[in-house]
């Protein structure tokens, strides 16, 4: 996932702790919120931050595209079965929590988001709770997140170029197929250098970097010490 493009802001500065706290007290808010003029405001505020940052009302908008159809979905069922007042609150609420979540990852390094993740749950160490393995299911959680969207690109390429119509289920269940694959790569490659082995050494200790390499068939994940990045 991208995490910094070449525009920069004060925005892009600040420090990724910041960012994620901001991110949880919005989110709770806007749960607990359900005033449908506080939502549209909440919704052009965001919209706001994404100006302010240099991020192009088209890039805004791809983040709430693959979603759109679920969005318009939920909009007609709470409409009919509830009111349309209910259907409006429940997708701008939606859309606010995806574009806040997605302005953090656009103007925030990853590896500093996972730094910041590993650092908020030192305190818990004494639980049982280890940073870096919480640190490493974040970033996997971060690199999939395109992959699974390409991949989701890709069949619906394929199933255009038989002449199948849009099919809501015949585009889930390969792309089902081939997540599972994939996470099943993943959790090979994993093992094959278990890192987080009892005989491995200090389990506080940072994980390996991981490179996905997607193609149109399947996800291949190796290890490397490397910065994490997507090869496409």
């Known amino acids: 996932m991208r995490s910094r493009g070449e525009i920069s802001s004060f925005l892009h500065e600040l420090p990724a702790a910041a960012k994620l706290l901001v991110l949880a007290g919005a989110g709770t808010?806007?749960?607990l919120v359900g005033s449908l003029p506080v939502l549209a405001g909440a919704f052009l505020a965001t919209l706001l931050l994404y100006w302010l940052a240099g991020i192009s009302r088209r890039q805004a908008f791809q983040q709430l595209r693959p979603l759109l159809w679920l969005l318009v979905l939920l909009f007609i069922v709470q409409g009919v079965w509830q009111s349309w007042e209910l259907g409006a609150l429940v997708v701008l609420r939606i859309s606010t929590l995806i574009l806040?979540?997605?302005f953090v990852t656009l103007t925030t390094r990853?590896?500093?988001l996972i730094a910041a993740?590993?650092?908020a749950l030192t305190p818990f160490r004494r639980f049982g709770v280890n940073p870096a393995k919480v640190g490493l299911a974040f970033s996997l959680a971060l690199r999939f997140i395109p992959v699974i969207?390409?991949?989701a690109n890709d069949i619906r390429d394929a199933q255009r170029a038989r002449g199948l119509g849009a099919n809501p289920v015949a585009l889930a269940l390969p792309l089902i197929v081939r997540t599972l694959r994939m996470a099943s790569d993943v959790a090979d490659a994993i093992d094959a250098r278990s890192?987080?082995?009892?005989?491995s050494g200090d389990e506080g200790e940072l994980p390996p970097r991981f490179v996905l390499q997607p193609n149109t068939s399947n996800a291949r994940m190796s290890c490397n010490d490397a910065e994490p990045q997507l090869k496409t």
Not at 195 to 199: C, F, I, T, W
Request: aromatic letters at 4%.
């Open 29 to 31: 808010g806007l749960v």
């Open 100 to 102: 806040l979540a997605a």
């Open 110 to 112: 990853t590896d500093a």
């Open 117 to 119: 993740v590993e650092s």
């Open 149 to 151: 969207a390409q991949q």
């Open 195 to 199: 890192p987080y082995s009892d005989h």
